[in-house]
């Protein structure tokens, strides 16, 4: 299997903030990669497939970026209601989730 | 709009069987296959495997073989997955998913199964 580790577990930023989550792969996943918002009680909410496209719907300040086995979720402006945990999802070889992030306001 | 619609929490006696569904409204059923995915604390998020809803040809993890059975009611446009001989392992909330341009999109809204005795 494919280890998806994110970094970090936890991470504390103030409104407005420029905010980076990152997810490493035990191998190249070529760039078959999504990114997801999960709030407390909801289901997991597609932010960016395939590493860097913008799911329908999602705000502008959400981009993705990476390659071969590094990949990126940036917030450019933090904003209260991106209060959540992140996931990283590669479906390169045998569908695999990370542990996630948790992002929290300072 | 696109929606997948999941059954009731479910509470069931350790040994038993559970039949989950997720009901696809807003597009064309068999455009897209319907993935199952399983969340725990403990675990996090678990991909268990996918059904073609079109030929009903199925893919799993090798740690769900055997434990999950994907089927599929074409004609209700529904999606089902029946966990068997049940164990406290078994406890989670399960996730259907399906989507375009990325199969993995839409989220069903999730289904609680609580295995106790």
């Known amino acids: 299997d494919i280890q998806m580790t994110q970094s970090p577990s936890l991470l504390s930023a103030s409104v407005g903030d420029r905010v980076t989550l990152n997810c490493k792969a035990s191998q190249n996943i070529n760039k078959n990669l999504n990114w997801y918002q999960q709030k407390l009680g909801e289901a997991p909410k597609l932010l960016i497939y395939?590493?860097?496209n913008l799911q329908t719907g999602i705000p502008s300040r959400f981009s993705g970026s990476g390659s071969g086995t590094d990949y990126t979720l940036t917030i450019s402006s933090l904003q209260p209601e991106d209060v959540a945990t992140y996931f990283c999802?590669?479906?390169?070889?045998?569908?695999?989730f990370g542990a996630g992030t948790k992002l929290e306001l300072k | 709009q696109v929606q997948l619609q999941q059954s009731g929490a479910e509470l069931a006696k350790p040994g038993s069987s559970v039949k989950i569904s997720c009901k696809a409204s807003g597009y064309t059923f068999t455009s897209y296959y319907i993935s199952w995915i399983k969340q725990t604390t403990g675990q996090g998020l678990e991909y268990i495997g996918y059904i073609n809803t079109g030929s009903g040809g199925t893919n799993y993890n090798e740690k769900f073989k055997g434990k999950a059975t994907l089927t599929v009611d074409k004609s209700s446009s529904t999606a089902f997955m029946q966990l068997s001989s049940l164990t406290p392992d078994d406890s989670a909330v399960y996730y259907c998913?399906?989507?375009?341009?990325?199969?993995?999109?839409?989220w069903g809204q999730g289904t609680l199964v609580t295995v106790s005795s």
């Open positions: 395939y590493t860097n």
């Open positions: 998913a399906s989507g375009y341009p990325n199969p993995w999109a839409w």
């Open positions: 999802f590669q479906y390169n070889s045998g569908p695999t």
